[in-house]
């Protein structure tokens, strides 16, 4: 894996500190600049962004084992499987994706780090950088832990409702043969997670901006509350599972309003989603 660290932001070039600033909307395709085909960008032109512009402005703590399967080839979804969506608006075509992640240190404090991935005219992620350049830091080692203290190992699962449910529908008879499986799959990791600590899950459904505020925050409260229902049935501990709905309120992609009906409907895709943030406490 190609992965770079910034360490001297202050040698950036007028211009990037420039494009900083004129591309404060992240939504255009792409914050830095010269980024090429092939997904390569010289140092002088990445430009991170302010991280009180990010949507989920606090980041989150990543799955490790996630984090290491990100490497030069892997396309937008995968790294949505493994990442979550891009924690700064990206729109459709954007050739990088941006996220604030924090880890533990050995002395129970929180590094927060900034993540780029850069991705070739083909969507697929290429180069990767942090900032700032003592990030990631080193994994903690099993030699000398912090005494008596437990570490949380927070995880973000993300499931399509177009995969779960049929459309505009969010009762369990609505639930499709596809979305059966992957539920049963995922009850199954829940419940071995329940088996080494205690956990904590919040479910959380969102819509695209089709239909009124006022249904969409319905729709999807119904949808996490009818997928918690459904890993109950499972065997997972209802006492571990707390519900909320976010409606449109959150999009990962920005459509414009002028496509097609069905083009919009496609592109809306990624919107339409429920977020299972899950801790684990051993």
Request: with cysteine; aromatic share 8%; proline share 7%.
């Amino acid at each position: 894996m190609k992965t770079h660290y910034i360490t001297k932001i202050a040698s950036f070039s007028a211009l990037s500190l420039a494009t900083l600033v004129m591309t404060g909307c992240l939504g255009m395709k792409s914050l830095s600049s010269g980024i090429t085909d092939d997904g390569h960008i010289d140092m002088q032109n990445i430009v991170f962004p302010e991280p009180d512009t990010a949507w989920r402005y606090q980041g989150q703590f990543p799955n490790n084992e996630n984090l290491s399967k990100i490497r030069p080839g892997i396309d937008k979804d995968n790294i949505y499987q493994l990442l979550g969506p891009p924690h700064f608006s990206a729109g459709q075509y954007a050739r990088e994706w941006d996220y604030i992640l924090k880890f533990y240190m050995p002395d129970n404090s929180v590094k927060t780090c900034q993540y780029k991935i850069i991705f070739d005219k083909n969507y697929q992620g290429q180069e990767f950088y942090w900032m700032p350049a003592d990030c990631p830091p080193k994994p903690m080692t099993t030699a000398s832990p912090p005494a008596l203290t437990i570490q949380p190992a927070p995880e973000r699962i993300n499931l399509s409702t177009d995969t779960l449910f049929r459309f505009d529908k969010s009762a369990a008879q609505d639930i499709l043969p596809e979305g059966r499986y992957e539920l049963d799959r995922l009850a199954k990791t829940l419940r071995q997670y329940q088996q080494t600590g205690t956990s904590t899950i919040v479910i959380t459904g969102h819509t695209d901006r089709k239909g009124t505020e006022a249904y969409n925050m319905r729709l999807s409260s119904q949808r996490a509350q009818t997928i918690a229902n459904y890993l109950v049935n499972q065997g997972v501990n209802p006492n571990t599972i707390s519900t909320t709905g976010a409606g449109e309120s959150q999009p990962i992609v920005e459509c414009s309003a002028s496509l097609p009906r069905q083009q919009e409907i496609d592109c809306l895709q990624p919107n339409r989603r429920v977020a299972l943030d899950v801790t684990t406490v051993q």
